[in-house]
């Protein structure tokens, strides 16, 4: 009788088990951006970024950054980090400019330049989810 109530007890547990559910992709923002998470930029992160820049612009020696926002998120199954922020290139009339990059942390946090000076730069970086202060530019 001992044997027939573990064999049922044990068969009961066994279709308790559940499998986690798989994860959830964040839901798709205006013109298929998916809005970022907030990450802090930590100073590995900073140099990717203008090591990055730099070989963009006129006058990398001289370029000054200013404001950097960085937001990760999970697009079509990549992981990226979406960075905006502005640059004062020395060498280009206007100031600051702002930018819009983004690093792979899955491919050696490889960094990509999606956009510099562009008028769709703050919108792009606000459909992200990183809304970037307006600058006046330097005169």
């Avoid at 007890?9 to 998916?34: F, K, R």
């Avoid at 990226?80 to 502005?86: H, M, N």
């Avoid at 983004?102 to 990183?130: H, M, Q, R, T, W």
Wanted: hydrophobic share 40%; aromatic share 4%; proline share 9%.
């Amino acid at each position: 009788m001992r044997k027939t109530v573990y064999l049922l007890s044990a068969a009961s547990l066994c279709g308790c088990v559940a499998a986690a559910p798989p994860p959830v992709e964040p839901i798709a923002g205006p013109g298929g951006n998916s809005l970022v998470e907030p990450v802090p930029i930590s100073l590995a992160m900073e140099e990717i970024i203008t090591a990055g820049v730099r070989q963009h612009l006129k006058n990398p020696i001289a370029a000054k950054f200013g404001t950097m926002l960085a937001g990760e998120r999970r697009l079509d199954g990549r992981h990226e980090i979406v960075v905006c922020g502005y640059v004062d290139d020395k060498g280009s009339p206007g100031g600051n400019e702002p930018f819009i990059g983004k690093i792979y942390p899955d491919a050696e946090n490889s960094f990509e330049l999606v956009a510099l000076n562009d008028v769709s730069v703050s919108g792009a970086c606000k459909a992200a989810g990183l809304a970037m202060p307006d600058v006046k530019p330097n005169s």
